[in-house]
């Protein structure tokens, strides 16, 4: 069976700080798909970053950066010069290809990220 | 392009009761998932739609059904609500049955659900 912990309940940094995010996944696929979502108070979940399990090249996009490491099943997010409006609930999630497509999200419990000004 | 749209957005309905939740996905998605959330359990996978059939679902009582129409609009239903059942309920659409594996999934804004 597929999970995802996110053992950071709340966080929070001081504008400008950079912030990481950590996630742990287990899965006997060798096949998935990981993902970072984003939840405003709105309520919302808005899609942030894919990785799939065949591509450990890690990236920076903007503020955004993440670190896929398949040896400790790590997918971690980073925001870097973090802003009041990167306030929100972050989750992680992993979707197994069984079967020859992916179907279903499991998420973690999420990370409340307060940014204060 | 209009994202995936959610009605009602806010919902108070009476233990017991039956109620139905809408989701008009991305135009040209043809995939339809929905999601539960609840402060305790999380977000939780209820069922996946693909060209009007039921493709995957998740470990929640029959009381839980859905269902997709020819234009992919998708509703929701749960019948003899439970206290419980109480959650913001999340819609998402894609693109390709293969969901987020190419494509990603688009969430709509929820319906929140409370029972009383």
């Known amino acids: 069976a597929q999970k995802v912990t996110q053992a950071q309940t709340e966080i929070s940094v001081v504008e400008k700080e950079d912030v990481t995010l950590d996630c742990v996944y287990e899965?006997?696929?060798?096949?998935?798909?990981l993902f970072w979502y984003k939840q405003p108070p709105s309520g919302e979940l808005v899609f942030l970053i894919r990785?799939?399990?065949?591509?450990?090249q890690n990236e920076i996009s903007g503020r955004y950066s993440w670190n896929f490491q398949k040896s400790t099943s790590s997918f971690n997010f980073t925001i870097t010069a973090s802003q009041v409006v990167d306030s929100a609930v972050y989750f992680c999630a992993l979707s197994e290809y069984s079967s020859g497509s992916a179907r279903q999200l499991t998420f973690g419990s999420g990370t409340q990220l307060t940014v204060l000004p | 392009k209009a994202g995936v749209t959610q009605t009602p957005r806010y919902l108070i309905k009476t233990r017991g009761q039956q109620v139905t939740l809408s989701c008009s996905p991305i135009s040209g998605h043809r995939s339809v998932s929905w999601y539960q959330q609840t402060p305790g359990q999380g977000l939780q996978f209820l069922f996946e739609?693909?060209?009007?059939?039921?493709?995957n679902k998740g470990n929640f009582p029959g009381r839980f059904s859905g269902r997709q129409f020819s234009n992919s609009r998708s509703e929701m239903n749960v019948s003899t609500l439970e206290l419980g059942d109480s959650a913001l309920y999340l819609c998402?659409?894609?693109?390709?049955?293969?969901?987020?594996?190419?494509?990603?999934?688009?969430f709509g804004s929820g319906t929140r659900l409370t029972v009383v």
């Open positions: 998402a659409s894609s693109l390709s049955r293969k969901g987020p594996t190419n494509y990603g999934y688009t």
């Open positions: 990785r799939n399990s065949f591509d450990e």
């Open positions: 899965t006997r696929d060798t096949t998935y798909y």
């Open positions: 739609y693909f060209s009007e059939t039921q493709r």
